[in-house]
């Protein structure tokens, strides 16, 4: 599975921005799918993810009811709306594929990322 991010870039707080994930690969629609960031000089962090069949989502705390993923298998795509933008949003935003849709949601492959800051 090959993944590329795109959508990042600059916006205000209290903006919002839709982030983009193309997947390559027949078997994309039985991936569990997600986004992690990484902040400068900070560890990777889990974000959110979706189910193979989008009946399963979770979200990291600090995300929680203001992002949101989706999925569309039929376009190996997936989403994430990032509404109310906080300048701790600032990252490098990073799609993952998974084999299982189970904690800790690790994922198998991932792509190259895209930026995003957020402007106080």
């Known amino acids: 599975v090959q993944l590329v991010e795109s959508g990042g870039g600059l916006v205000q707080a209290g903006g919002s921005l839709r982030l983009s994930c193309a997947a390559s690969?027949?078997?994309?629609?039985?991936?569990?799918m997600g986004w992690s960031r990484q902040a400068p000089g900070k560890e990777r962090e889990f974000v959110a993810i979706?189910?193979?069949?989008?009946?399963?989502?979770k979200y990291a705390d600090s995300v929680k009811g203001r992002f949101t993923i989706s999925r569309d298998n039929a376009k190996n795509m997936v989403y994430l709306q990032m509404n109310s933008l906080k300048p701790e949003d600032t990252a490098v935003y990073y799609c993952?594929?998974?084999?299982?849709?189970?904690?800790?949601?690790?994922?198998?492959?991932w792509g190259k990322g895209t930026e995003v800051t957020v402007s106080s």
């Open positions: 993952g594929a998974g084999r299982v849709y189970r904690p800790p949601y690790l994922m198998d492959y």
């Open positions: 979706i189910s193979w069949n989008t009946v399963g989502t």
């Open positions: 690969g027949r078997t994309f629609s039985s991936y569990a």
